[in-house]
């Protein structure tokens, strides 16, 4: 039996990587930091109701165990078909690192497929993506006053069967979770079943932050604490 394949685009070189791994989930995880991945993509879990358990065991893991942005997606038609893009955005994204990446990916596809773009999301992300200058590309956009994520439903009515769906997610444990979003990649398998849609999970650790904390670290400083942890490891020696 062969192993299960991963196939990523490393941003950097542009440069097609096949890797092999027995473990699909843990081979796109690896391979993707062995690349340096800014993005992954994924396909939508194809058993009916394996979105039960938040997207699915694989997804989950690569989701979990990955902080690059990563774009789950399910595409029944052509994108062609599409003029219309919801999405979905929580509270609190304008704060996560990818946000962005995911905004510039996204407004760049409606100006590939010259369709609009629908943001719903509250007052104070509106107007952080008010400010990317990635959507004042030659596209239509709006945004959409949303806080009912209680009832995340209620964006149906605005939604058509030609209507390319995204809901922007978060991982567990960043400013921008929601316990709601664990619920809603079912809901959006149920209940928009006709459409193509696309589950973001944004770049949620800054890459950036280790070596800045280490940069604060003075070189005397540090020769003066191992000095002093040999000179308490002697005194204990003499006990």
């Not at 062609?80 to 509270?91: E, H, M, S």
């Not at 979003?181 to 149920?190: H, Q, R, Y």
Request: hydrophobic share 40%; glycine share 6%; net charge positive.
């Amino acid at each position: 039996r062969r192993p299960p394949r991963a196939t990523l685009v490393p941003d950097t070189t542009r440069v097609l990587s096949t890797t092999i791994d027995y473990n699909a989930a843990s081979g796109v995880a690896r391979t993707s930091k062995e690349i340096m991945a800014s993005i992954i993509v994924l396909g939508w879990p194809q058993h009916k109701g394996i979105l039960d358990k938040l997207i699915g065991e694989k997804i989950e893991h690569i989701v979990r165990n990955t902080d690059k942005t990563i774009f789950i997606c399910n595409l029944n038609g052509s994108l062609l078909a599409n003029r219309k893009i919801i999405v979905a955005v929580p509270p609190l994204a304008e704060l996560e690192d990818g946000f962005l990446l995911w905004l510039i990916k996204v407004s760049l596809l409606a100006q590939e497929l010259n369709a609009s773009l629908s943001f719903y999301c509250n007052a104070k992300t509106g107007e952080a993506i008010k400010h990317v200058k990635a959507i004042n590309l030659s596209i239509l956009y709006s945004i959409e006053n949303f806080t009912d994520w209680d009832d995340f439903l209620v964006l149906a009515r605005n939604i058509g069967q030609d209507d390319l769906v995204i809901l922007v997610s978060a991982r567990n444990g960043s400013v921008s979770h929601l316990n709601l979003l664990d619920d809603l990649p079912l809901k959006l398998e149920k209940y928009f079943e006709k459409n193509n849609r696309i589950i973001i999970y944004p770049q949620q650790f800054n890459q950036k932050y280790g070596t800045e904390s280490h940069d604060e670290i003075s070189t005397e400083s540090l020769s003066k604490g191992i000095r002093t942890i040999q000179k308490l490891w002697k005194g204990l020696g003499n006990k």
